[in-house]
């Protein structure tokens, strides 16, 4: 029996999906009781398959006890599920009951997790009782652990780490409700052996702290790295070339499955002046032929971010070196090669590299090329004067250089605004605008307005009058002209004649009678002239894309007719002279049309799975 839709007493938070957008299904059952006699009946339940709904968590908790209300959070945006449910039990005795029988048991194939709610968010932030246990067994899961650890004391949350593929990363949290409990369940597990496992058991550390503990540890560190170690130096000669710098309490040099040297090793200082002074002293010197590597000993994670960064720099680097010098060359013929194609592009500048792309398999070309100049001042006198110009029997389309990544992300981006603005009910130009360019919606259709006035490109629609009713369209006899509503003006033709003077004298009363003047029949619009860069600049700014938008459209339409408004506004995006060509080049056009569609079809597939 269906009931009204109610708020659930206990709240989430999650990626902005609060307050109304956050007003989602509940399955709720009459006769539930005040949100204020249910909070601690509220139950979270989290690892849940992002396929499950509010229907199926109420038939897996409605057999324990009438449930108040089930709410699955949501992203407020893309309507998917986080993962996570809040269940509303009238009574706290079924709340409790169903985290004895249901926990960790099976929802879509997914093990849930289930916790009392804690509205109170100091609990989880101050970390008071929780617990970090790492070098687990990967066979070990949520449920055993729990079961493990339940020994100590009353646990609120239990939760094994898990990569993207769902396996155990080696480590997971026990949060227990009191202090004591935690450091119980410490002082017993800690290095006791698990799964044939030692693992370690220990105080929660979050992030922030722990950020600031290695920071500490860098200005006072005391291992040293060494490496490019030669193969038959023992841990003795490598702890006699250290122990010059001060006290060394340890040394391993890294050894295979067979015991021989990685050529790597670790040198551990009793303080950290030595070791400073060590890593300044013997790094980059020669030992036993081989020139050493000295640094201070980083975590695995600290040299992951340190490559990253690294990497990050490097590219960022190379995109500034190349940035306005590269050259995109496409629609080249067959016989174009490298030389050929440094021998067109030489007279513009200096050119440090020249390269028509092939195929792997067959050396055939591609099609495209780049061309990288020494200066940006002649990359741009390359595309201005190159562009459109014939390379043997093709005309070359010639431009910056950009990543395809870029380029598929700023077209994604055009398909995200005009949806977003659609979905918001404004036009798809921009808010309160005209669509881009001015070019006309293939599926949008006015109605004939009084005397049968169809608005053309660029042209508004006629005004409805007030109450938004069209006035009814008048009836005549064939041969006879339409006669104006009342209180509308009647319908003129385009090329009416001009009204002659009215005559004051009694004879007006004839003329009267006289039947109107036919209007003359329009003269055939004449054929567009054709659009040059010349042409084209000589316009405003503001009209130069509509002119291209009303001269791309009808080409567009021809191939793609159900997308060709949408098709238009994304390729007005671009650059003039690259638009000038389209209109030119029907293959350049078919082949921007075909990526269009390809984009438009990723946005539509991922619009269906949301």
């Not at 929802?107 to 916790?115: A, D, E, F, L, W």
């Not at 054709?530 to 009303?550: D, F, H, N």
Request: aromatic share 6%; proline share 8%; with cysteine.
């Amino acid at each position: 029996m269906a009931s009204p839709v109610v708020p659930p007493t206990a709240s989430a938070s999650n990626n902005g999906s609060q307050g109304s957008e956050q007003q989602q299904q509940y399955a709720s059952v009459p006769g539930r009781s005040d949100p204020a006699a249910t909070q601690n009946g509220s139950l979270y339940v989290g690892e849940l398959d992002p396929t499950v709904t509010e229907a199926m968590l109420f038939e897996v908790f409605n057999m324990i006890g009438p449930v108040a209300s089930i709410r699955v959070c949501r992203d407020a945006i893309t309507r998917r599920s986080l993962g996570y449910a809040y269940v509303n039990f009238h009574s706290l005795d079924d709340a409790e009951r169903a985290i004895d029988t249901l926990n960790y048991s099976l929802i879509k194939g997914k093990p849930c997790r289930i916790m009392r709610s804690q509205r109170d968010p100091a609990l989880r932030k101050t970390g008071s009782g929780n617990i970090f246990i790492k070098n687990l067994d990967p066979a070990i899961d949520n449920k055993a652990l729990h079961d493990t650890f339940s020994a100590f004391g009353n646990i609120l949350s239990c939760k094994i780490a898990l990569d993207d593929s769902g396996q155990s990363r080696g480590y997971g949290f026990v949060h227990y409700e009191t202090e004591e409990a935690a450091n119980t369940a410490i002082e017993k597990v800690n290095g006791m052996l698990l799964n044939d496992r030692k693992v370690f058991v220990g105080h929660h550390v979050s992030r922030k702290d722990r950020m600031a503990q290695m920071d500490e540890m860098k200005s006072n560190f005391t291992n040293v790295y060494v490496k490019n170690i030669d193969g038959l130096v023992t841990d003795d000669e490598l702890g006699d070339l250290f122990r010059k710098y001060g006290t060394v309490t340890s040394v391993a040099i890294a050894k295979d499955e067979d015991g021989l040297s990685r050529g790597f090793g670790f040198v551990n200082f009793e303080n950290h002046e030595d070791a400073r002074r060590a890593v300044d002293a013997l790094n980059d010197t020669d030992f036993n032929g081989r020139t050493l590597y000295v640094s201070r000993a980083q975590k695995k994670y600290e040299r992951e971010q340190e490559l990253r960064r690294q990497y990050e720099q490097a590219r960022i680097e190379k995109l500034s070196k190349y940035q306005g010098v590269n050259l995109y060359v496409k629609n080249l013929d067959d016989d174009v090669d490298d030389e050929r194609l440094r021998q067109e592009f030489s007279g513009y500048g200096v050119i440090t590299s020249a390269k028509v792309m092939r195929d792997d398999s067959t050396g055939a070309s591609r099609g495209f090329g780049f061309v990288c100049f020494s200066e940006a001042d002649e990359a741009t006198r390359a595309i201005t004067e190159a562009n459109g110009r014939m390379l043997g029997s093709k005309p070359i389309y010639v431009a910056l250089a950009q990543r395809k990544d870029v380029r598929r992300a700023q077209l994604e981006a055009q398909m995200a605004h005009r949806s977003n603005m659609r979905m918001m009910g404004g036009p798809p130009g921009g808010v309160g605008g005209p669509p881009p360019g001015g070019y006309m919606q293939p599926n949008m259709f006015y109605p004939p307005g009084p005397g049968g006035f169809v608005p053309g490109p660029g042209q508004r629609p006629p005004m409805m009058p007030q109450g938004g009713m069209m006035p009814p369209r008048p009836r005549w006899q064939h041969g006879q002209p339409p006669m104006p509503h009342q209180g509308q003006p009647g319908p003129r033709p385009q090329h009416q004649r001009p009204r002659p003077p009215r005559n004051n004298n009694n004879n007006s009363n004839n003329n009267r009678n006289a039947p109107p003047p036919a209007p003359a029949a329009p003269a055939p619009a004449p054929e567009p002239e054709a659009l040059t860069a010349e042409t084209l600049a000589a316009m405003p700014v503001e009209q130069q894309k509509q002119t291209l938008g009303e001269r791309l459209y009808p080409l567009i339409h021809q191939a793609q007719p159900e997308y060709a408004g949408k098709i238009t506004g994304m390729l007005l995006e671009m650059d003039n002279n690259e638009l000038l060509r389209l209109l030119g080049s029907k293959e350049a056009l078919d082949s921007k049309i075909s990526e269009a569609m390809d984009v438009l079809k990723q946005h539509f597939d991922s619009a269906q799975e949301a």
